[in-house]
């Protein structure tokens, strides 16, 4: 990596998953700071990429056609 590279993690959220590694790897206590580290990398990526689309349509069709036009003088 050059010096001008950016990680897309944040070094707070980087930190707490280099720090739970380290303490795996020591046998020290870590499940804490990994469940934290998680917590925050997914409340990060769900900043960064939002939520998934949901479509509300039974099909993908038109959604004004003649099925949903009433028929007659209006």
């Known amino acids: 990596m050059a010096d001008t590279d950016e990680s897309l993690i944040p070094l707070d959220v980087l930190k ?10 020591k046998g020290l206590e870590y ?10 990398l997914r409340d990060e990526m769900a900043e960064r990429t939002g939520g998934r689309t949901v479509n509300l349509f039974r099909t993908y069709g038109r959604f004004i056609d003649e ?3 009433k028929e007659g003088n209006w």
Do not use: P, T, V, W
């Not at 707490?16 to 790897?25: A, V």
């Open 16 to 25: 707490k998953g280099i720090l739970s590694r380290f303490y795996r790897m």
């Open 31 to 40: 499940q804490d700071l990994e469940a934290e580290y998680q917590r925050d």
């Open 67 to 69: 099925s949903n036009i």
